[in-house]
């Protein structure tokens, strides 16, 4: 189920000028405090007491001269997970598009309740980016192997458009996020009687496959 969630600009406030994340659970805004709105890298974030859910339309004044506050973007997300200490939601506003990764520092104390927060898709882009920068492998040096080829470039296609869709904050066929174990025993094998350059190639090519979907799949929903 999607709901709301709103990030503001607030200003001329006690804490300095700052982003407030609003992410509506039933009838209240679960809040965090941050400083930028770019998730490439990650970020501190804080975790404030819950807030109205009139903030995710509100803009102007906060009372008792804590500043105002714009809002930057606003839409709709849903959870892929909402642990006490890991939360990864899907964002669809009019200005981001993907899956946000909120991560608590340590337990809170007396004065702040420590958290990350980072774009949930930068470690699997980084290895897709990887293997797109890498040459494609040769066609292969026999019928057999070649039809081994066959099975990984399906793979390649299939998982770049898995990051894509995660990325983008869209739905992953969770499913489909799979790599033929068979066909690596194969190559392994091979590999084993007969040292040829291609073989090492299609091995190290199909790890790489490998550690895209691992990734993918450490993002898997979770209740």
Do not use: C
């Not at 009139?54 to 839409?75: A, F």
């Not at 990350?116 to 040459?135: C, F």
């Amino acid at each position: 189920m999607s709901n709301r969630f709103t990030i503001s600009r607030h200003t001329d406030g006690p804490e300095g000028n700052h982003y407030d994340l609003f992410l509506q659970v039933e009838d209240t805004l679960k809040t965090w405090r941050m400083q930028r709105t770019m998730f490439d890298a990650v970020q501190p974030a804080v975790h404030l007491e819950d807030h109205r859910t009139q903030y995710l339309d509100y803009e102007g004044p906060v009372s008792k001269n804590r500043g105002n506050v714009k809002i930057w973007d606003s839409g709709e997300y849903s959870a892929d997970m909402w642990l006490d200490d890991r939360v990864i939601v899907a964002v669809h506003g009019k200005q981001i598009h993907g899956r946000l990764r909120l991560e608590r520092v340590k337990p809170p104390d007396k004065e702040e309740d420590r958290w990350t927060i980072v774009d949930a898709s930068v470690a699997v882009r980084k290895l897709a980016t990887t293997l797109l920068r890498e040459s494609e492998l040769d066609v292969a040096p026999s019928p057999p192997l070649e039809e081994l080829r066959t099975i990984l470039s399906a793979e390649e296609r299939s998982l770049l458009s898995f990051v894509d869709a995660y990325a983008k904050g869209s739905d992953v066929p969770w499913s489909k996020v799979a790599v033929d174990q068979t066909a690596r025993e194969k190559l392994i094998s091979e590999r084993a009687r007969w040292r040829h350059p291609w073989l090492d190639a299609a091995v190290a090519h199909a790890a790489r496959l490998e550690s895209i979907a691992k990734e993918l799949l450490a993002g898997r929903p979770r209740p």
